[in-house]
Structures are given as structure tokens and as C-alpha cells.
């Protein structure tokens, strides 16, 4: 989701917590019935090709794609849900006032291990060993989990990086904290090569002359070192300056004043920045030195560079643009095909003579209601050998798996979604980020975690392949 310049507030009133967050434990699970009873369009057709959006909540999907469980949010961390990052058996989901462990050794009944209340927008969340982090990106009174929300304006405001230790994911312990430069909207984990610290790579935006902590020009990330050992040593190492010539001069809302978000991966001492108003690849090779290699820029069709994902190959990036940061409804036959889309480039060239050259763009084939804020947004790649398959959330266009093997013609090879929240009146909802992991495609929606299950036929040989941690916007490498 963008973040605006004038951040929204968020009151809340809670007593007694403790200065390390409030962990609240809960066994609640899913109930595996849900997806029995769960409706579905006739014949697997979309609801637009019957001449009929869905009713208000209404499920409809593909014949590939079925729901096996939802586990709905609990208080307090019933605010709005963001990433997911995960290891072994357990889904750690971001929410705006914390973060939900879940126990996912059953897909079909995910249980509640632990919730911690510690708010801060957006909480973007990735877990490394026992270690978790959390980013920051709304100006709090200080740097605990009892913070309140104060202007950037004052000095001693805090954002930026919390640091976790959930050796004990029934009670996970808040061991640190980093501010960076203008917070941190979100971070990319980066292992160091040594495989003694990991690097996180900050992003974050919208400076103002008025902001102590987050002068302009912005044309930077913060890159915090952790060392694995000691992670109460973490700390700001590097500042890259990563437009030299200040970015993407644009309109309000594509002007470039930092990233957005960061893919990197690792194997191949690659990361494609998403930068508001440009896409970039970088080379990683020296961790806390990276260099921009090649920059792009869409003036026609992208409001927003979001986010970025590689294919297996390294040969591919899919960049989303979203458009209206997630709150608008895009997914109608007024702002078309190519706006609010992701767009398809090759990587073509070798070395630092790398280039994205543009293919194509990708959107949803469904037409959405009016009410429903839909534009691409956060995706994952499914471990297909030999073929380029994602799978991504739409926000209220539900969640999508497409094929890109054919860079220049994409297609769609099964959808799942929830009808609107409201037939009257354009309401905030749906899946923040859709991953496949280890068999089954997990969604951060505004209703609570859905866990789905695609047909093997879909994407023949993905089920072999096992993970034991996944953080998407580190892309691991698997044999093709």
C-alpha cells in the first residue's frame, strides 16, 4: 500500500501493555468445513462472463482453485493485515497493530500460536533462524510496543526497524530496534555471504522539509546489518544514494523519493527495485555497496512502481504498478487492461551491460464492481520447472495464478475471490499478498489468513519442492 504524506491516524486504546508489546496465545483454528460449503460460480465460469459480478461476499473460482480454510482476525489484531513470511511449519502475517504466528502443519486447519501487539504501520515482517524483524513506517513516540502516534515533525519521533527473537514462537521477545532515514515502509532480507549477519534493505519515502528524521532529497535506502550472534548489535551500515540524478521528476504520485519495495536474489547477486516512479536492477554482489545497473520507467501506463519478482532464471522481472495505493477500484473497463497491471520485462545482456527491456502487461481478465479497490499488489513464484508461473493478490480482485512463460502473452491459469464488502459504497478490503508455499497458496486478507489449494495439474512439479523458510522478497533459487 502507498504510503501518503499525510498518514491517515490510527487511535488506539489499549491498557496495561507491557513496554515489549502484549503477547496474547490462543488456540483458535480453522474450520475445515468452510471450504465445503464455500459458493461457486456455475461451471467454474467468472461471475463477468455470466453478465453478473458476484454478490457482496459471494466466493467465486476457478475449478483448479478451491478454499480448504479461513481463520479470521482476532482482537486486537484485528487492523489491517499485511505481508507474510515463513519458516518450517509456522505463517507469520504482519497486521498494522502487531504480528500473528500461525501453525500451519495442517493447511486445511491453521491454529493460532501466538499474537504480538506491538503497532506501527505497516509491520512488513520476515523471519530469519530465530530471528524476526518488523518495519515501522508511521511516526511513533518512541521505538516500544507501546508507543503512540506522533508527527514526524518532532525530532524524537521513532520509525524504522524492530527486531524479534522467536526461538519461542509462543512467546516471541522484542530484543532491538534500528530507526532509519524516513522509517521503514519495507525491508528485504539479505544474507550476508559469510552467513554470520543478515542485511536488511530498507525502503521507504515521502520526504518533507518539515521532517528532522526525513529531509529531501530522498534518493536512498538504509541498509541494517544484523549480526546473527549478537542481534542487539544491529545497526544503520550504508546509506546508498541510489538516484544520483534525484529520480523520476513526475506527477505527485510518481515522482521518485526512495523504493518502494526490494526483490532481491541472493544466489545471483541480483535485486530489482519497485521506485515509485522508476524499476531498477541492481547488482548485490558487495551486500552493503549495491549498484543500480539498469533503470526503467513506464510515463504512460504506471502511476506506481510497488513491487517486483524475478523468474527462477534471473532472465525476467514482473514489476506491479499500483495504481491509487491499493484503496481505488481499478479492476473496471474505465481505467483498462494496462493500468494498475503488472508489467513483464526481460533481463537480456550479462553483467553490469544487463537490461530490462518490456514485454507486455498483465492484469486480471474479471471485471471488478466499482466498490472494490482492486490493483495488482504482492505475489509470489510458484516452483514450476521449465515454465514462469506467479501466484498474486488483487486486494478485492482476489487472488490470481498466471503464466509468463511467454513473456509477451501472459495468461491467467486460475483465480479464486470474494465478491464486494459493499454493493453500495467503495470499501477498503481483500488479500494483501497470495504465496504458494509448500503445496498450498496462503492469503493475507482482510478477513483473517485463506489457505488454498490448486490442482497439481496446474502446476506440475511444484509440489516436490519443499522449503524450510520463505521471506518472498528473497527469492530462493530452485533447479529447474
Not at 261 to 268: F, H, K, L, N, S
Not at 452 to 458: A, G, K, Y
Amino acid at each position: 500500500m502507498i504510503r501518503f504524506s499525510t498518514p491517515l491516524t490510527r487511535r488506539l486504546h489499549v491498557v496495561s501493555l507491557a513496554a515489549v508489546g502484549l503477547l496474547i496465545t490462543s488456540v483458535a483454528t480453522a474450520a475445515p468445513s468452510n471450504a465445503a460449503v464455500a459458493p461457486q460460480s456455475a461451471s467454474g465460469a467468472t461471475a463477468d462472463a455470466a453478465n453478473a459480478l458476484p454478490g457482496v461476499d459471494e466466493i467465486v473460482s476457478s475449478p483448479n482453485l478451491r478454499q480448504i480454510a479461513n481463520l479470521p482476525k482476532q482482537a486486537p489484531l484485528n487492523a489491517t493485515n499485511s505481508d507474510i513470511a515463513f519458516q518450517g511449519n509456522y505463517a507469520f502475517v504482519g497486521n498494522y497493530n502487531g504480528f500473528v504466528i500461525y501453525d500451519i502443519a495442517r493447511p486445511s486447519a491453521p491454529v493460532i500460536v501466538s499474537q504480538v501487539l506491538c503497532p506501527g504501520s505497516q509491520n512488513d515482517i520476515s523471519v530469519y533462524g530465530n530471528l524476526l524483524f518488523l518495519s515501522t513506517d508511521s511516526s511513533r513516540s518512541n521505538d516500544s510496543c507501546n508507543s503512540v502516534g506522533q508527527s514526524a515533525t518532532i525530532k524524537e519521533s521513532w520509525e524504522g526497524i524492530k527486531v524479534f527473537d522467536i526461538s519461542d514462537k509462543t512467546s516471541p521477545r522484542y530484543v532491538k530496534a534500528v530507526e532509519t532515514d524516513c522509517g521503514s515502509h519495507t525491508h528485504t532480507l539479505v544474507p550476508a555471504k559469510d552467513g554470520t549477519s543478515v542485511y536488511l534493505y530498507v525502503s521507504s519515502y515521502f520526504p518533507s522539509d518539515d521532517y528532522p528524521d526525513c529531509q529531501p532529497p530522498h534518493d536512498s535506502i538504509s541498509i541494517v546489518k544484523v549480526p546473527l550472534g549478537t542481534p542487539t548489535d544491529a545497526a544503520v551500515v550504508a546509506t546508498p544514494n541510489l538516484f544520483p540524478d534525484g529520480g523520476y521528476k513526475g506527477s505527485n504520485t510518481s515522482a521518485t523519493s526512495g523504493c518502494h519495495d526490494i526483490t532481491a536474489y541472493p544466489a545471483r547477486d541480483l535485486a530489482a527495485g519497485a521506485c515509485m516512479g522508476d524499476g531498477i536492477l541492481m547488482d548485490i554482489s558487495d551486500r552493503e555497496a549495491p549498484r543500480v545497473i539498469d533503470r526503467v520507467r513506464d510515463t504512460r501506463n504506471f502511476a506506481f512502481w510497488h513491487s517486483a519478482t524475478f523468474n527462477n532464471s534471473g532472465t525476467k522481472v514482473v514489476f506491479t504498478d499500483e495504481l491509487g495505493g491499493g484503496g481505488a477500484a481499478t479492476c473496471n473497463k474505465k481505467v483498462g487492461p494496462n493500468k494498475g497491471a503488472d508489467a513483464i520485462y526481460d533481463v537480456t545482456g550479462s553483467g553490469d551491460a544487463r537490461t530490462l527491456v518490456f514485454r507486455s502487461y498483465y492484469k486480471i481478465p474479471r471485471e471488478n464492481a466499482d466498490t472494490e479497490n482492486c490493483v495488482a499488489h504482492n505475489g509470489s513464484l510458484i516452483p514450476v520447472p521449465g515454465r514462469d508461473i506467479m501466484v498474486q493478490s488483487w486486494y478485492q480482485g482476489g487472488v490470481s495464478v498466471w503464466d509468463f512463460t511467454d513473456s509477451a502473452n501472459p495468461k491467467e491459469i486460475g483465480y479464486w475471490e470474494r465478491g464486494p464488502l459493499s454493493a453500495t459504497q467503495l470499501t477498503f478490503g481483500g488479500t494483501w499478498s497470495a504465496y504458494y508455499y509448500n503445496g498450498h497458496i496462503y492469503s493475507s486478507d482482510q478477513k483473517g489468513l485463506d489457505v488454498l489449494e490448486i490442482d497439481e495439474q496446474s502446476i506440475p512439479g511444484a509440489q516436490a519442492r519443499h522449503f524450510t523458510q520463505l521471506n518472498v522478497q528473497t527469492q530462493v533459487e530452485y533447479r529447474d
